[in-house]
């Protein structure tokens, strides 16, 4: 079976841009997350989608954002973007039969720069 | 509010030794405790978690994890250490009053030869 795919693997953007990054999960997985990877706050949770609804949302600005489609896939959409986005940003996705046990399987992340 | 610690930022081991990555956590309910590991430009792998029943966790490549609730720990070890154990480990814990993962801070193991 295959894992989590990513796109793309890296991307460099300027200062107030925009960016969108795309998640596709394991086949049959129902629920989707996102974490920011970074050197200083290391894993932070984004958010969280299953069935085409966000379900949790960590503490991030509105400029983040995401959807989930009908068939499981994921973007997240950074707006206006500052020096300090640049991450590491990691998609999870799980099986959603017990949101609290399920375990979360990783793609290879986007690495976006932010110059 | 959950919360993760691993106190060691890096752990140094001879290959071929016993290894133990610590790791302690503060929860509401009953933990959920995992471990992943994070390799150069890779994401998350994967190793083992707890959810209920036996306290000592078998999982992928050889490792394994106590989980100890008097001391709130979670540790992974692994009889023989290998030189391609090297990499960034990672522990998580959830709770059913939680609304997601919450990771550690990550220990970086490095097994010499």
């Known amino acids: 079976k295959a894992g989590v795919t990513q796109t793309p693997r890296y991307l460099i953007k300027t200062r107030g841009q925009q960016v969108t990054l795309s998640c596709s999960p394991i086949?049959?997985?129902?629920?989707v997350s996102w974490y920011q990877q970074t050197p200083g706050q290391g894993l932070q949770f984004l958010f969280e989608y299953f069935s085409e609804t966000q379900r949790n949302k960590g503490n991030f600005p509105g400029r983040f954002s995401g959807r989930q489609f009908s068939n499981s896939r994921s973007e997240m959409n950074v707006s206006t973007l500052e020096l300090g986005d640049s991450a590491l940003y990691l998609c999870a996705s799980s099986l959603a039969s017990d949101r609290f046990t399920d375990t979360q399987y990783f793609g290879p992340g986007t690495r976006l720069t932010v110059l | 509010a959950q919360s993760v610690a691993q106190p060691e930022d890096q752990v140094n081991v001879a290959e071929g030794n016993p290894l133990t990555v610590k790791c302690t956590y503060s929860?509401?309910?009953?933990?959920?405790l995992f471990w992943y590991v994070q390799y150069p430009n890779r994401g998350l792998q994967f190793l083992l978690k707890?959810?209920?029943?036996?306290?000592l966790v078998k999982g992928s490549y050889g490792f394994e994890a106590e989980f100890n609730k008097s001391q709130t720990s979670f540790h992974l070890k692994k009889p023989s250490a290998l030189v391609s154990d090297s990499a960034l480990y990672f522990c998580?814990?959830?709770?059913?009053?939680?609304?997601?993962?919450?990771f550690g801070p990550g220990t970086r193991l490095s097994v010499l030869p």
């Open positions: 086949s049959g997985h129902r629920s």
């Open positions: 707890y959810i209920t029943g036996d306290n």
């Open positions: 929860v509401s309910g009953n933990p959920y």
């Open positions: 998580a814990v959830r709770d059913i009053y939680g609304q997601n993962f919450v």
